[in-house]
């Protein structure tokens, strides 16, 4: 004979759900809707971060924010550091503006005129690249001037840099036909 009692079955509790671990500060992730990026931070990192800028470090006696290098001008180092961080910066702006209009020239190149012609085309890009390309001459003319900066401090203040043994040694002059 069949038991017809019913059999008590043990529920197997089902695996916890866990929520998905937070991202990395600094990593950005997708959202769920398969669209945009989420940018939110956790705000705790803002306020971590906000502490830090207001605070000097325990260890050393250096801001906590710094700006250009040799921003300081405390010494002829930070003023060689200045002007050779300016001469790098606007050497770099002046390369990225020049491949810029070279770019922007060539794709206007392409655009012919409202009556479909191409005649003209590549005069009407130059005229509205000109303005770019004199935007790339005077990064490189900034770069140019500050390497006269620091050339201009040396020579104006090398006396006095010589007695505290931070200046150029001074070199003689060079005979070019010296061989007699």
Sequence with gaps: MADTTPI????IPAKPVQAPAP?????????????????SLNPTVN????KNVNQAPAGGNSP?????????FTSNEDIQAYCEHGRKEARRRAVERALDAAVLEGRLQNIPDVGGSMNGSRARA????????RIAQAEKLIA???????????REYESELMKIGKARQQQKPHNHFGWR
């Design 144 to 154: 140019k001037w500050y390497a006269a900066l620091f050339a201009a401090f040396e």
């Design 8 to 11: 008590n079955r043990a529920r």
């Design 23 to 39: 991202a990395p500060v600094g990593i950005v992730t997708k959202t769920r809707n398969g669209g945009g990026l989420n940018p």
């Design 47 to 50: 306020i971590n971060l906000q």
């Design 126 to 133: 130059r005229r509205v690249t000109r303005w770019l390309k």
């Design 64 to 72: 906590a924010v710094k700006g250009t290098p040799g921003g300081d």
